[in-house]
């Protein structure tokens, strides 16, 4: 069992609907990730938020919107998807190390998205 | 045999054997480097980590290379077993300090029985 939780497991949606995806850690982990994957490719990186606040946005179109309320919850926002943005969408936390910046990232199992 | 196409590069390798699993990163600046294992329907599993100033580190049944001077990275399980059957992607940090992390484009691994 992964340590970071996102539900719903699947999401089926059409392009005028608006839905969230959830995401949860309990780690005590300051940074957190939301990745997209397509079928047989790498994650690719969407958003960061480090100490609640974003710091990366890999110039993701504005119908995802990220929101990190707390320390241990991040959500995406999703509003008049396109048929393209059916994927996997994966999040991910990781320690805020002062001195070692970088730190393994943990993964949930992801939400698949299908937009109809 | 290792395969290369448009399909996601796939390793085929027989049970018990030590599979190695290759990787070209992209940014000389690269500091940190991460292995992950994908199962189907799971999200990327962490296994093993190496900052760039070391050339080697080992962890239960794995270990990772990591040459600077070829920006090459490579991961190797001993005794390959079936549970090891998997996609592997190598992460690169590309710029010191960031959380941004890129991901290769993955090698699927089977393991014959």
């Known amino acids: 069992d992964t340590e970071v939780t996102q539900t719903p497991k699947h999401l089926v949606m059409g392009m005028t609907n608006k839905k969230s995806l959830k995401c949860e850690q309990h780690m005590g982990h300051r940074a957190m990730y939301w990745y997209k994957q397509k079928a047989k490719k790498p994650p690719e990186l969407m958003f960061v938020y480090s100490y609640e606040k974003l710091s990366i946005n890999e110039s993701v179109p504005s119908r995802f919107s990220p929101e990190c309320p707390n320390s241990s919850l991040l959500n995406l926002h999703l509003h008049a998807l396109q048929p393209e943005d059916s994927a996997l969408y994966l999040c991910?936390?990781?320690?805020?190390?002062?001195?070692?910046?970088?730190?393994?990232?943990?993964f949930g199992d992801g939400t698949r998205l299908s937009i109809l | 045999g290792e395969s290369v196409g448009l399909h996601l590069p796939t390793l085929s390798v027989q049970e018990g054997d030590n599979s190695i699993i290759n990787c070209a990163y992209s940014n000389s600046a690269s500091d940190y480097f991460i292995w992950y294992k994908q199962e189907s329907g799971k999200g990327p599993q962490f296994i093993i980590d190496i900052r760039s100033n070391m050339d080697k580190r080992q962890g239960q049944r794995v270990t990772v290379l990591l040459n600077k001077t070829v920006k090459h990275l490579s991961l190797q399980i001993a005794a390959t077993q079936p549970g090891d059957s998997a996609v592997y992607f190598c992460a690169e940090n590309p710029t010191s300090g960031t959380y941004k992390y890129i991901f290769g484009t993955g090698t699927r691994l089977k393991v014959l029985a």
């Open positions: 991910a936390s990781s320690q805020v190390h002062r001195r070692l910046s970088n730190q393994p990232q943990h």
